[in-house]
């Protein structure tokens, strides 16, 4: 399956997580997931912007960091993640937020156990 770029799905989200403004998420496919895989999107993070704590029970959530800087709660242990660095949740506590001037986009696939 391809996905071109143009016809893409946007969808904004207040508040996202009970996080800080609002998060920009970008669908990968429109056409449906792999039975296993709940989200494959691109988000975005303005300064500033961020998803809430929140945990994932059953799946797990990979970051890919594509640009920007991010502030990054690990189960209660803060990092800062740049261009190229990778996390993942699976049965823990998450959070994320954009903190440099340019937006911070990220790579996110939840994948179901």
């Given at each position: 399956m391809i996905s071109k770029s143009k016809g893409r799905n946007t969808e904004q989200r207040e508040?996202?997580?009970s996080g800080n403004g609002t998060v920009s998420l970008t669908a990968l496919f429109s056409n449906g997931l792999?039975?296993?895989c709940r989200m494959a999107s691109i988000i975005?993070?303005?300064?500033?912007c961020s998803i809430g704590a929140h945990q994932h029970q059953g799946e797990c959530e990979i970051f890919y960091?594509?640009?920007g800087v991010a502030?990054?709660?690990d189960n209660g242990v803060f990092h800062l993640l740049e261009q190229g660095d990778a996390?993942?949740?699976y049965n823990?506590?998450?959070a994320v937020e954009g903190v440099s001037d340019e937006?911070?986009?990220l790579l996110a696939l939840i994948v179901l156990d």
């Open positions: 508040n996202m997580r792999p039975p296993k975005t993070l303005e300064k500033g960091v594509l640009s502030r990054y709660n996390t993942m949740v823990a506590s998450h937006p911070c986009q």
